[in-house]
Nanobody, 122 residues
Framework: QVQLVESGGGLVQTGGSLRLSCAASGRTVSSYAMGWFRQAPGKEREFVAAISGSGSFTSYRDSVKGRFAISRDNAKNTVYLEMNSLKAEDTAVYYC???????????????WGQGTQVTVSS
């Protein structure tokens, strides 16, 4: 069992930055791939970024490439999502997830956090 708790969301202006954190507990977190997903009102949950257990592999959805960066600190059991040059369309609830590989589908991940709201105002 893995428990995930996100933090770091909030209100930011267009062009601003935020760093989300996902604190994990339970089984050895370093053995899991970790992903970030987001869901805007009235829309389906979508993949944002993923990172392998070792941190050596990362992947991103096209719309966030060059603006977002996923990283992890296995010693602290924490995964981060650094978000820069934020746009209004980045507004959503952001979820952290743990799974067996760095897939881009929500079904690739077994454990989920409760989410943290990110609102980008123009």
């Amino acid at each position: 069992q893995v428990q995930l708790v996100e933090s770091g969301g909030g209100l930011v202006q267009t062009g601003g930055s935020l760093r989300l954190s996902c604190a994990a507990s339970g089984r050895t977190v370093s053995s899991y791939a970790m992903g970030w997903f987001r869901q805007a009102p009235g829309k389906e949950r979508e993949f944002v970024a993923a990172i392998s257990g070792s941190g050596s592999f990362t992947s991103y959805r096209d719309s966030v490439k060059g603006r977002f960066a996923i990283s992890r600190d296995n010693a602290k059991n924490t995964v981060y999502l650094e978000m820069n040059s934020l746009k209004a369309e980045d507004t959503a609830v952001y979820y952290c997830a743990a799974g067996s590989w760095t897939g881009s589908s929500w079904s690739d991940y077994r454990y989920w956090g409760q989410g943290t709201q990110v609102t980008v105002s123009s």
